[in-house]
């Protein structure tokens, strides 16, 4: 079932037309210190190349408190969105956002983590707005025991998103289930500090849904 694109109310999307994301995650810290940065840059299409869907740079100062297992993040996102088709127009938006990242080990081979964002939006044209976030994410090692050089490993993970109020200006509302996504993909573990990934990502909201290719690459420098 095809869908529109909110912001312009007349482009039609075509749900099975295949996207891509192409991403690139990184994060370090300062020195020895509890200290350090992390962001990603997401160039998104509504296919697999050339129609702009979104262009999202991000970045945030990160802390890992002594003695407890969690990394806290503050941070700015800057998001390019444009519209499905030929219609080369765009809109921006200014988010702040601040997270918890919890991993959690199972067994050998069993990793996860557990991620909690707040955002607050500053989208072009509509009122102030909020959303919470909570990720799944699990990676299991297929050829070791544990995930260390040249290790291939399957990626899971499914977030869902929760508008924080439906209003959003000009007699427009949204749903306060705001989507689900599911990814499913296999990576490799190139060498400590860097790894990349190769999956499919299935977007849902209440009307409609699409997948995209991930392709990834994540370094801790």
């Known amino acids: 079932m095809p869908f529109f694109v909110s912001k312009t109310g ?15 995650f990184f994060n370090t810290t300062f020195k020895e210190s509890a200290w350090g940065i992390q962001g990603d840059i997401q160039y998104r299409n509504w296919d697999t190349v050339g129609d702009l869907e979104q262009l999202l740079l991000r970045a945030g100062i990160t802390y890992k408190p002594e003695n407890a297992n969690v990394k806290l993040t503050f941070g700015y996102g800057h998001i390019t969105t444009g519209a499905y088709g030929s219609d080369n127009t765009t809109t921006t938006e200014s988010r702040v956002y601040q997270e918890a990242l919890f991993p959690v080990q199972f067994g050998n081979r069993i990793y996860t983590n557990h991620r909690f964002r707040y955002e607050q939006r500053f989208v072009e044209n509509q009122d102030f707005r909020t959303r919470y976030r909570y990720n799944l994410f699990l990676n299991i090692p297929l050829n070791k025991a544990a995930m260390d050089d040249k290790t291939i490993y399957l990626a899971l993970y499914n977030e869902l998103f929760i508008n924080g109020q439906r209003k959003i200006g000009d007699g427009n509302t949204v749903e306060i289930f705001d989507r689900n996504r599911f990814y499913t993909a296999l990576g490799y573990m190139i060498k400590k500090g860097l790894k990349i990934q190769f999956g499919i990502m299935r977007q849902a909201t209440n009307t409609w849904s699409k997948s995209q290719l991930q392709l990834s690459f994540h370094q801790k420098i």
């Open 10 to 24: 007349e482009a039609q999307v075509n749900e099975n037309k295949l996207g891509a994301w192409y991403m690139y």
